[in-house]
């Protein structure tokens, strides 16, 4: 998108005009925005450090961060995980040593004792061992968990069950705001594994660190990606346009990593429109879903693709998010409606659907795109309901 580390300003005027016949609008640069990030000062631990002394299923994500940053559980963690062999009670265990599939690891310690816990997609549980080599299960492990109405699915687990202990620096947030008032929303039930989304731990990308915050790191990644819609459908792809992967990790004290979801939009039907669409009629499938949103699972909602090379004369005002952030739609010119257009309607016959006409497609809207605070660049989403994903 043109000059991409000004902010652009497209017209209101005459847009269901613009919408239909592509004419040019006007470009109004603006200052380059700080690209420095931290939590937001709303959410920042207190100057002195407060007092917890019990669990809190009902934590505000203000105390969560409060914790982290001040943890008083008495936890040390080691910056990297020390890969052990699993311990000879979970030897041969169908879920507890997979082989390949499952990795044991000492994590920090506790006073006289080691934390140990395994990997199987991602840390699954906590253990204890003393000095003598006994463990105990940490079956509550964060300050968040309830024992008294946590559902334990591993409650087979064959050693003593310790339901007291736990770690505040487990008990994530629900939610990091950054400067920027973007969101970063933390899953709750991700103690971290050894791969950033999509990609295994060798392929790792050192990413930006843009903030701390206790022993964890906010990493920003941004990696180039290809078009992908003309591998399961006939389209060629737009020329003169670049892609890149955006997403966010945090990563963990024993130096593991946590998917979060970067969500700068928010829902479509919390956007203030300036436009016509068809949102509300799209019930449950109109989402905003990743412009790459090819397969089942491959991108997900952790995942936002950068798109380079699109003129300010392809997009038009036509909304604002709940933040007060301006939205963008294309116009019918916008070297990306063709090809995304032909991949719908090629799904939409697969399963004998009738697609609607490329002129719904732009009114939906299928194709909505957003311009980062951090840098200028354009962020561009699909509307889930005018996916190609239609095997999903």
Not at 115 to 141: C, H, K, L, M
Not at 313 to 318: G, K, P
Not at 340 to 366: C, H, K, N, R, W
Request: hydrophobic share 40%.
């Amino acid at each position: 998108m043109g000059a991409m580390g000004m902010r652009v300003t497209l017209g209101l005027a005459g847009l269901a005009v613009v919408l239909l016949t592509g004419c040019s609008t006007s470009e109004e640069p603006a200052a380059s925005p700080s690209e420095s990030m931290s939590v937001s000062p709303s959410a920042s631990a207190t100057a002195t450090a407060p007092s917890f002394d019990r669990r809190d299923a009902t934590m505000s994500d203000a105390e969560a961060l409060d914790r982290i940053e001040h943890p008083q559980t008495g936890e040390t963690w080691f910056t990297t995980p020390v890969a052990i062999a699993a311990p000879p009670w979970a030897v041969g265990d169908d879920y507890l040593d997979q082989g390949g599939w499952t990795q044991w690891f000492e994590l920090g310690t506790r006073a006289d004792r080691t934390i140990v816990g395994f990997q199987s997609v991602t840390v699954a549980n906590f253990f204890e061992r003393d000095a003598t080599g006994d463990y105990e299960w940490i079956a509550f492990p964060s300050a968040k968990d309830d024992p008294a109405t946590t559902i334990l699915w591993d409650d087979f687990i064959d050693v003593p069950k310790n339901t007291t202990v736990y770690y505040d620096s487990l008990a994530l947030p629900s939610q990091i705001v950054l400067p920027s008032g973007e969101p970063l929303i933390v899953p709750q039930y991700d103690h971290g594994s050894f791969e950033a989304p999509g990609m295994g731990a060798t392929e790792l990308p050192s990413g930006t660190v843009v903030e701390t915050v206790g022993e964890y790191q906010i990493t920003r990644i941004v990696v180039p990606t290809d078009w992908i819609w003309s591998g399961p459908y006939s389209v060629t792809a737009p020329a003169g346009l670049s892609y890149s992967d955006l997403y966010y990790v945090l990563t963990t004290p024993y130096g593991m990593y946590i998917p979060v979801m970067y969500n700068p939009i928010g829902s479509l039907e919390d956007i203030t429109w300036h436009v016509p669409n068809t949102v509300a009629e799209d019930g449950e499938t109109a989402r905003l879903v990743d412009l790459m949103d090819v397969g089942c699972g491959e991108h997900d909602s952790d995942h936002n693709t950068i798109v380079v090379g699109t003129a300010p004369s392809d997009w038009v005002v036509a909304g604002t998010s709940a933040r007060g952030e301006t939205l963008y739609v294309p116009t019918v010119d916008n070297p990306l409606v063709e090809p995304m257009y032909e991949a719908y309607v090629q799904a939409q016959e697969m399963f004998d659907v009738t697609p609607v006409s490329e002129t719904a497609f732009l009114g939906a809207p299928a194709l909505i795109a957003y311009q980062t605070p951090v840098s200028g660049e354009l962020v561009v989403y699909l509307n889930g309901a005018y996916s190609g994903r239609a095997w999903c």
